[in-house]
């Protein structure tokens, strides 16, 4: 019989060993590559022993080699040790999909030349090399794939090449899918358009850009928002006037019964109301059609809704006092009635079981209805931002995961989420800060502290990279 902790202390030993291997696979060291190898070889020999090993979420060697930037080293393996180059993960990601997202051109020429699947897609979001691509703004390495014959328009739940560039707010990549004639009218999951996330980000230059290439000005998403609904809600006046110039429907209403006009007052955006107010048939429900009548009138409906929020019974009070304050100190008490905290918990609940399928469009409309009844509900905010992460939509992520923040700044995984957005739009100083306050509120938290160190080492390399690029 094994003496007391021996099986614990062989478990340890061998994650270590897989551990040093794959990071070495991660570094490109082949020397020290070769040694964890060895060591781990129990008679079956080198290629066989590299080929099994993956850490807990399937990926091997060859994806950290791949993630790393490290052609030799992935030549090594390729050649070498005859590892598979379209190996999936437990995400079904390839080694190529891996390169691609840290924007490793030389890298994913290496796998290309050595037959990797340029289409291959992910399980989850069903993304290609090419969302990824387009994402972080390659244009070097969208024109290597869209060689190797990837579709241009390839859709993934998240949307297309081009959405996902959109999204992120990179003109040069969007100019280059677009020159390959990319379908600016191609939508995601929720009928979300390219135009629509450009009003979003709030870039007039990528607003342009897509109605010049045939936008649908007046295309709509869930809930019957327009760009002009979202321009006027964000308080971009560039954006709307363009629109408008360019035959944006003023009169058009959401599936709350608003136009823009009304979404922009809600908003307390005066400016935007004023040029509006000048394009905008009057609602019989606004007794005065003024700048001045119409922001009283969203005014009033909103102190009116808050008192009949605030107007609830003694037993809806005493179920938040005390525990809310303790749990969450920062937060100001938001008092629902009884029937709008079940209905909070229902939403909840369906974001839950949706996100859990990987269906995360749908978990995103879930939590979006919580929030409708508690907009200030953190783990709502939290669980919407690691959705919009999810689905590559790093500005929405970002949003949620700051109102996150703004509300419970001690709970650590709001600064995580904060973090993790920033890494996905490539603000890597700011990522590491972000994680770096999560770490202070929970020393422990192990993913907090790898989370920092790898945004800190992101940010080097892409320093190194830019400042390669300039020389």
Known sequence: MAPPGTDAADAFSARDKVSRLLHAALDGDLSIFSQA????????????????????????????AARGGKDELCKYLLEEMYLPVDQRDNDGETPLIHAARQGHVSTAKCLLEHGADASATSNDLGTMALHHAAGIGSVDLIEILLNQGVDVDALS?????????????????????????????????????????????GSLEL????????????????????????AADQGDERIVLYLLKCGGDPNVKDDEGSKPIQVAAAKGNRHIVEHLLLVTDPDPSVSEWTTDGLLAHVESISRQEEANTNNVTDTGKKGT??????????????????????????????????????????????YTQALDFDPKNVKVLSNRSLCWIKLGQAVHALADAKAARESNPTWSKVWYREGAALRLLERYEEAADAFYQGVKCDPENRELVNAFREAVEAGRQHYKQEKSQVT
């Open 37 to 64: 190898a060895q060591a781990m070889d129990g008679g079956q020999g080198l290629a066989q022993t590299v080929v099994e090993v993956k850490d807990a979420n399937g990926r091997g060697p060859l994806h950290f």
């Open 157 to 201: 739940y998240a949307g297309s090449p081009l959405i996902w560039a959109v999204g992120h707010d990179k003109l040069n990549a969007v100019k280059a899918l677009l020159d390959h004639h990319a379908n600016p009218n191609l939508t995601a999951d929720d009928d979300v358009t390219a135009l629509l996330t450009a009003a979003a980000v």
């Open 207 to 230: 607003v342009e850009l897509l109605v010049q290439h045939g936008a649908d000005i007046c295309a709509s998403a869930g809930g019957g928002v327009t760009p002009l609904h979202v």
């Open 321 to 366: 006092e005390g525990s809310m304050l303790s749990q969450h100190p920062t937060v100001e008490p938001v008092e629902l009635s009884p029937e709008n905290a079940k209905r909070v918990l229902e939403a909840k609940a369906r974001g839950d079981e949706a996100f859990k399928k990987m269906d995360y469009m749908l978990a995103v409309d879930a």
